[in-house]
Protein backbone atom coordinates (compact mmCIF):
# COMPACT_ATOMS: atom_id res chain seq x y z
CA UNK A 1 0.00 0.00 0.00
CA UNK A 2 1.50 3.60 -0.93
CA UNK A 3 1.60 6.21 1.35
CA UNK A 4 2.05 8.73 -1.51
CA UNK A 5 -0.96 11.44 -1.31
CA UNK A 6 -2.78 12.61 -4.47
CA UNK A 7 -3.12 15.84 -5.49
CA UNK A 8 -6.62 16.43 -7.27
CA UNK A 9 -7.98 19.15 -9.09
CA UNK A 10 -11.69 19.72 -10.24
CA UNK A 11 -12.00 22.49 -13.12
CA UNK A 12 -14.92 24.07 -14.14
CA UNK A 13 -15.74 27.62 -15.90
CA UNK A 14 -16.88 29.58 -12.35
CA UNK A 15 -15.93 27.21 -9.80
CA UNK A 16 -18.95 28.07 -7.93
CA UNK A 17 -21.21 24.78 -7.44
CA UNK A 18 -19.61 21.85 -8.82
CA UNK A 19 -16.17 21.70 -9.02
CA UNK A 20 -16.75 23.44 -4.83
CA UNK A 21 -19.01 19.74 -4.71
CA UNK A 22 -16.16 17.53 -5.83
CA UNK A 23 -13.30 19.12 -3.79
CA UNK A 24 -15.21 18.84 -0.46
CA UNK A 25 -16.69 15.13 -1.16
CA UNK A 26 -13.18 14.09 -2.16
CA UNK A 27 -11.62 15.71 1.03
CA UNK A 28 -14.09 13.91 2.64
CA UNK A 29 -14.51 10.52 1.10
CA UNK A 30 -10.64 9.87 0.41
CA UNK A 31 -9.58 9.27 3.65
CA UNK A 32 -6.22 10.91 3.71
CA UNK A 33 -5.29 9.47 0.24
CA UNK A 34 -5.93 12.55 -1.53
CA UNK A 35 -5.79 16.42 -1.22
CA UNK A 36 -8.63 17.64 -3.49
CA UNK A 37 -8.29 21.56 -4.66
CA UNK A 38 -10.85 23.50 -7.34
CA UNK A 39 -10.58 26.40 -9.66
CA UNK A 40 -11.94 28.03 -12.83
CA UNK A 41 -11.12 29.52 -15.92
CA UNK A 42 -13.11 32.51 -15.59
CA UNK A 43 -14.32 32.21 -11.55
CA UNK A 44 -17.78 33.85 -10.12
CA UNK A 45 -15.65 35.36 -7.37
CA UNK A 46 -17.84 33.59 -4.69
CA UNK A 47 -19.46 29.85 -4.12
CA UNK A 48 -22.94 29.42 -4.72
CA UNK A 49 -25.16 29.73 -1.20
CA UNK A 50 -26.73 26.70 -2.33
CA UNK A 51 -23.69 24.29 -3.04
CA UNK A 52 -22.29 25.38 1.11
CA UNK A 53 -26.06 24.90 2.41
CA UNK A 54 -26.29 21.03 0.73
CA UNK A 55 -22.60 20.19 1.45
CA UNK A 56 -23.26 21.56 5.09
CA UNK A 57 -26.45 19.42 5.38
CA UNK A 58 -24.25 16.54 4.16
CA UNK A 59 -21.76 16.76 7.12
CA UNK A 60 -18.44 17.99 4.59
CA UNK A 61 -16.31 20.71 5.31
CA UNK A 62 -16.90 24.02 3.72
CA UNK A 63 -14.35 26.18 5.81
CA UNK A 64 -11.65 27.43 3.73
CA UNK A 65 -13.95 26.62 -0.31
CA UNK A 66 -13.81 29.78 -2.28
CA UNK A 67 -13.97 30.58 -5.95
CA UNK A 68 -10.26 30.85 -7.18
CA UNK A 69 -8.58 31.12 -10.95
CA UNK A 70 -7.13 28.18 -12.49
CA UNK A 71 -3.79 30.17 -12.44
CA UNK A 72 -3.17 29.71 -8.69
CA UNK A 73 -2.46 26.12 -9.69
CA UNK A 74 -0.08 27.06 -12.62
CA UNK A 75 2.67 28.97 -10.16
CA UNK A 76 5.94 27.13 -9.62
CA UNK A 77 4.69 27.20 -5.36
CA UNK A 78 1.79 25.43 -7.17
CA UNK A 79 0.84 21.65 -5.46
CA UNK A 80 2.17 19.16 -7.93
CA UNK A 81 -0.74 17.72 -9.36
CA UNK A 82 -1.62 13.91 -9.99
CA UNK A 83 -4.96 14.16 -11.71
CA UNK A 84 -7.01 16.91 -13.18
CA UNK A 85 -10.86 16.42 -13.68
CA UNK A 86 -13.12 19.01 -15.41
CA UNK A 87 -16.79 19.04 -14.49
CA UNK A 88 -18.11 21.69 -16.69
CA UNK A 89 -20.76 20.20 -19.57
CA UNK A 90 -19.81 19.99 -22.78
CA UNK A 91 -23.47 18.98 -23.99
CA UNK A 92 -24.33 22.51 -22.61
CA UNK A 93 -21.95 24.40 -24.55
CA UNK A 94 -20.06 25.11 -21.94
CA UNK A 95 -16.14 26.08 -22.75
CA UNK A 96 -14.11 23.22 -20.38
CA UNK A 97 -11.04 24.57 -19.52
CA UNK A 98 -7.94 22.43 -20.77
CA UNK A 99 -4.73 21.85 -18.11
CA UNK A 100 -1.70 21.98 -19.80
CA UNK A 101 1.35 19.48 -17.87
CA UNK A 102 1.35 15.93 -16.93
CA UNK A 103 -1.29 15.73 -14.80
CA UNK A 104 -3.46 12.04 -15.16
CA UNK A 105 -7.17 14.22 -16.93
CA UNK A 106 -10.56 13.13 -17.44
CA UNK A 107 -13.85 14.88 -18.26
CA UNK A 108 -16.27 13.91 -16.09
CA UNK A 109 -18.79 16.45 -16.87
CA UNK A 110 -22.74 17.01 -15.28
CA UNK A 111 -25.19 20.06 -15.56
CA UNK A 112 -24.86 22.88 -14.02
CA UNK A 113 -27.28 23.45 -11.17
CA UNK A 114 -26.17 27.01 -10.84
CA UNK A 115 -27.78 27.42 -14.29
CA UNK A 116 -30.89 26.01 -13.09
CA UNK A 117 -34.07 28.76 -13.46
CA UNK A 118 -37.19 28.25 -11.49
CA UNK A 119 -38.29 27.79 -7.83
CA UNK A 120 -35.88 27.40 -4.90
CA UNK A 121 -36.66 23.53 -4.75
CA UNK A 122 -35.96 23.14 -8.11
CA UNK A 123 -32.33 24.72 -7.68
CA UNK A 124 -32.14 22.45 -4.57
CA UNK A 125 -32.73 19.28 -6.70
CA UNK A 126 -30.26 20.27 -8.97
CA UNK A 127 -27.54 20.81 -6.54
CA UNK A 128 -28.85 17.82 -4.80
CA UNK A 129 -28.93 15.93 -8.28
CA UNK A 130 -24.69 17.26 -9.10
CA UNK A 131 -23.98 16.26 -5.45
CA UNK A 132 -25.38 12.63 -6.06
CA UNK A 133 -23.68 11.72 -9.37
CA UNK A 134 -20.16 13.58 -8.18
CA UNK A 135 -20.05 11.49 -4.84
CA UNK A 136 -20.70 8.27 -7.05
CA UNK A 137 -17.64 9.53 -9.11
CA UNK A 138 -15.28 10.12 -6.44
CA UNK A 139 -16.31 7.54 -4.40
CA UNK A 140 -15.57 5.18 -7.43
CA UNK A 141 -12.32 6.83 -8.24
CA UNK A 142 -11.50 6.66 -4.39
CA UNK A 143 -11.50 2.88 -4.73
CA UNK A 144 -9.26 2.28 -7.78
CA UNK A 145 -6.10 0.57 -6.74
CA UNK A 146 -4.15 3.73 -8.40
CA UNK A 147 -0.70 2.43 -7.30
CA UNK A 148 -1.43 -0.73 -9.36
CA UNK A 149 -2.89 -0.03 -12.16
CA UNK A 150 -0.32 1.38 -15.12
CA UNK A 151 -1.26 4.43 -16.69
CA UNK A 152 -3.30 3.45 -19.75
CA UNK A 153 -5.47 1.19 -17.20
CA UNK A 154 -5.70 4.31 -15.18
CA UNK A 155 -6.76 6.96 -17.30
CA UNK A 156 -9.43 4.19 -18.92
CA UNK A 157 -11.32 3.76 -15.42
CA UNK A 158 -11.32 7.48 -15.17
CA UNK A 159 -12.68 7.95 -18.73
CA UNK A 160 -15.30 5.15 -17.95
CA UNK A 161 -16.28 6.98 -14.89
CA UNK A 162 -16.82 10.34 -16.49
CA UNK A 163 -19.04 8.32 -18.85
CA UNK A 164 -21.47 6.82 -15.97
CA UNK A 165 -20.51 3.25 -17.35
CA UNK A 166 -19.10 2.19 -13.84
CA UNK A 167 -22.01 2.15 -11.58
CA UNK A 168 -24.07 5.20 -12.18
CA UNK A 169 -27.55 4.87 -13.90
Not at 114 to 120: D, L, R, T
Amino acid sequence: MSDKIYNVLFLCTGNSARSILAEAILNKVGEGRFRAFSAGSHPAGQVNPLAIELLKRNHMLTEGLRSKSWDEFAGPDSPHLDFVFTVCDNAAGEVCPVWPGQPMTAHWGLEDPAAVEGSVDAKQHAFSQALLILHRRISLFASLPIAKLDGMALKHELDEIGRGHRGES
